[in-house]
Nanobody, 126 residues
């Protein structure tokens, strides 16, 4: 059974710098790109970043809302990706989901998703 497992969420103060991780269980994602989406209560799902893993250029793409603050990296040898978040704002509070994608040529589009994790909640609060 294919699963994606996210970790690293929690309560963070404004300006904080948590790191999220995502690892696949039951498969190797070298055929895919990997991305992160987030969804806050009452808001639409937003694709924020993606990267190709072992195929493709390995250059991450970001949405304007996180560009310059979030950094996505992949470790093909260890088969996981991490999302380093910095300078968090209140509006970054959301459930963050890792997903495999058929392509990554810009901020991820949910139409390109293949597999979707349960998500990890990030709450920015003082």
């Amino acid at each position: 059974q294919v699963q994606l497992v996210e970790s690293g969420g929690g309560l963070v103060q404004p300006g904080g710098s948590p790191r999220l991780s995502c690892a696949p269980i039951g498969f190797n994602w070298d055929r895919y790109a990997v991305g992160w989406f987030r969804q806050a209560p009452g808001k639409a799902r937003e694709g924020i970043t993606c990267i190709t893993t072992t195929r493709g250029d390995g250059i991450p793409h970001y949405s304007d809302s996180v560009k310059g603050r979030f950094t996505l990296s992949s470790d093909s040898a260890k088969n996981f990706v991490s999302l380093q978040m910095t300078n968090l704002h209140f509006e970054d509070s959301a459930t963050y989901h890792c997903a495999t994608l058929r392509r990554c040529a810009g901020p991820p589009d949910e139409l390109d998703m293949d597999h979707w994790g349960q998500g990890t909640l990030v709450t920015v609060s003082s």
